[in-house]
């Protein structure tokens, strides 16, 4: 089967080869599932270079976080041969050999059912980005925001899980602001239905004081660091923030003031050890609620031989949208 192998060099660094690998050497599962779609996403860019982004740790290894598939073969009662699946999380592509093969072996545990009306490619379309944005959007519901409370900020609105909360967010009727650090990409983020472009440099200035002006309702930030100190202090009371990423440093360079004084509530997203039930909740989400049309409008589709330079150019920001691998 053919596979995009990261192998070790004499000196110590990882490099990429494509060639054909034998079944035998895929790592224990009990389902064996053939892969349809993967997808890039940045922790794919780490893992495809040469130091790993220190997620991989035993070599050779097989990247690729999400795959969408058929089941070939199951020792599990809850998936049968014919069986179309969906993985996201569970460290799969950075422990666990991933989706860059055309074949995965993986515990059933981890897989979900795809939802009706969703075919492969549309889930890996979605894939762990979209997984994540609404996953993003879910927690910012279950804490109270519906459209009338007002605006939704999406930080990093250019990149993938920015990229599928904007077109989601529209779509349930929120007014969207969409941050981005690339001017030129304002008519894109305004198709997926941003009501407002905000330049990066207007959030991203230094905090000056604990809070500012009550502004947003809720918040999808994928950035982190000091644009989060600064957005948290221009929520309005009772707002959420769904954390997803950490581009800009896991530093919080804030205070306890907007939580005590305006109730913010600031919610974390990890899309690796999701619960099951939340994870089909998730995906039965997006299957209804995320517009696939506006999802066509940001995805590429390359092959195995493109990764290695896109993998360098989404660690450097140039990617834009959702890129995904046809197996």
């Not at 055309?102 to 979605?126: C, H, I, N």
């Not at 899980?161 to 008519?187: D, M, N, Q, W």
């Not at 994870?279 to 493109?306: F, G, H, Y």
């Amino acid at each position: 089967m053919k596979a995009l192998v990261m192998e070790q060099t004499a000196e110590g660094l990882a490099e990429p080869h494509i060639k054909d690998i034998s079944e035998d050497l895929l790592p224990e599962g009990d389902v064996t599932v053939k892969v349809e779609y993967s997808t890039l996403n940045y922790k794919d860019g780490l893992c495809l270079s040469p130091k790993g982004g220190g997620l991989v740790r035993h070599y050779p290894h097989v990247p690729g976080i999400d795959f969408a598939g058929t089941v070939e073969r199951s020792d599990s009662p809850e998936f049968h041969p014919g069986d179309k699946v969906v993985l996201t999380g569970w460290r799969v592509g950075e422990v666990h050999w991933g989706g860059y093969a055309e074949k995965a072996r993986v515990k059933s545990d981890w897989l979900v059912p795809l939802p009706e009306g969703l075919s492969t490619r549309q889930a890996m379309a979605v894939g762990t980005a979209g997984f994540t944005a609404m996953l993003a959007v879910m927690a910012l519901e279950d804490h109270g925001l519906t459209p009338d409370k007002g605006p939704v900020l999406v930080t990093g609105a250019s990149g993938g899980v920015g990229s599928v909360a904007t077109a989601i967010l529209a779509h349930l009727g929120y007014e969207v602001a969409a941050v981005t650090g690339r001017p030129a990409g304002a008519g894109y983020l305004k198709s997926l239905g941003a009501s407002r472009i905000v330049a990066r440099e207007e959030i991203a200035e230094t905090v000056k004081r604990p809070l500012e002006s009550e502004t947003w309702a809720g918040c999808v930030d994928a950035v982190g660091g000091a644009m989060l100190a600064r957005i948290l202090g221009q929520m309005k009371y009772g707002g959420s923030v769904a954390a997803v990423g950490l581009a800009g440093g896991a530093d919080l360079p804030t205070s306890v003031i907007p939580f005590l004084l305006r109730g913010v509530n600031l919610l974390g997203i990890d899309s690796v050890m999701q619960p099951k039930e939340n994870r089909i909740r998730c995906w039965n989400r997006i299957a209804i609620d995320l517009p696939m049309e506006k999802l066509e409008e940001m995805v590429q589709s390359v092959t195995l031989e493109d990764l290695p330079a896109l993998g360098a150019a989404i660690l450097k920001g140039g990617v834009k949208g959702r890129v995904l691998v046809e197996l």
